[in-house]
């Protein structure tokens, strides 16, 4: 994540003029550099509000408690049609703040929970330093790409720094954010396991799975506020690039007709989501499959390829850009393949 960071703040500070990926992509490999990002990069940004909404969906049937009424999926669907509309992302930024502390919120409560309250199921399960030996290789993959999806996001990175006044601070905002992430992902990873080991289910949040109770609620319910401003944000970035690929226009003009087009083409990507989300009900199966689609390339194989064509790179970089192209090819394809396999068998076994 740094090193990719680095790759994205240089690429836009060298390209002012680009907003859009696959744009930069056609600079450097002309017309096969576009169908790449097409077929990796632009299809996480479609795939990526379904996980979102499936987050989104299962945070909020924790807080309804299985009561009867509509579907936390359609209540999720009708929440975010509505909030699709704010199509600044300066505008997006400023509620972002708020996903943001909601989020450390949800975090705190839940490592509190984890540490001093004595689960019944810490006695009883035990866990390992190394996988136990009834790990598949398969599982084992689908596991390191759901790491993969928790360090991606790289697919809005060049929208997010080609809206900055001052791009080369995107740098900085990379690396705060990877050191973040990592403290907290290591501290909810050895208090979750200390806590609960492997007996719970594991193909759902942490959060879906501790005992119910005010503390849990809370939780939950700051969890669902920063999944609806993720969406928001990634809503946008859906939007605007389909705008500008087939609108053939950067951002829809202030006009009738421009703010059609935006609630339509907005409007659309949240039912798409929706209908994703219910189809495949799998949560780590689907992160796993949508990091080996599009997070392995937007976040290492097309920013070394972008970085070995227009960046003048040191020695050292340059041969680690050539060497993240194979490795992303090879575990992008073995991912692919290893999430679907567990989705057909999951799918087959489920009643």
């Known amino acids: 994540m740094l090193f990719s960071g680095s790759l994205f703040t240089r690429l836009a500070a060298a390209h002012p003029d680009v907003s859009v990926y696959h744009r930069l992509a056609g600079a450097a490999y002309g017309r096969r550099g576009r169908w790449l990002v097409f ?41 975010m049609l ?61 596991a390191l790409l759901d790491v993969v999806f928790a360090y991606g996001g790289q697919q809005n990175w060049f929208r997010y720094a080609s809206t900055m006044r001052k791009r080369s601070n995107f740098l900085l905002v990379t690396r705060v954010g990877a050191v973040t992430m990592t403290a907290f992902y290591l501290l909810l990873g050895c208090a979750g396991y200390w806590s609960l080991g492997s007996a719970y289910d594991l193909s759902k949040p942490i959060t879906s799975v501790l005992p119910q109770d005010g503390w ?40 009738w007709r421009g703010w059609g087009a935006w609630t339509l083409v907005s409007g659309v990507g949240v039912l798409a989501s929706w209908a994703l989300a219910s189809g495949i009900p799998f949560f780590s199966l689907v992160i796993a499959l949508v990091a080996a689609v599009g997070d392995v390339a937007a976040g290492y194989l097309i920013p070394a390829l972008l970085a070995l064509r227009l960046l003048p790179l040191g020695r050292a970089e340059r041969w680690l850009c050539r060497a993240l192209v194979p490795l ?24």
């Open 216 to 255: 849990t609620v809370l939780t939950n319910a700051m969890l669902l506020i920063h999944c609806l401003v993720a969406y928001q944000i990634n809503i946008n970035v859906l939007t605007h690039l389909v705008l500008t690929v087939v609108a053939k226009h950067r951002a829809p003009a202030r006009s």
């Open 82 to 142: 509505p909030l699709a509309q704010v199509r600044s992302m300066e505008d997006v930024g400023w509620v972002s703040v708020v996903g943001t502390g909601t989020m450390l919120a949800a975090v705190a409560v839940t490592l509190g929970k984890l540490l001093l309250e004595p689960l019944p199921e810490r006695a009883a399960a035990a866990t390992h330093w190394l996988p136990p030996a009834s790990t598949t290789p398969r599982l084992a993959l689908v």
């Open 39 to 79: 077929g990796t990069v632009y299809t996480l940004i479609l795939l990526s509000p379904a996980v979102i909404h499936l987050t989104s969906a299962e945070a909020l049937g924790v807080l309804m408690g299985g009561r009867g009424g509509p579907s936390p999926g359609l209540l999720v669907t009708l929440a």
């Open 328 to 351: 992303s090819v090879a575990l992008s394809a073995a991912g692919i393949f290893s999430a679907v396999r567990e989705i057909v068998h999951d799918s087959a076994a489920a009643p």
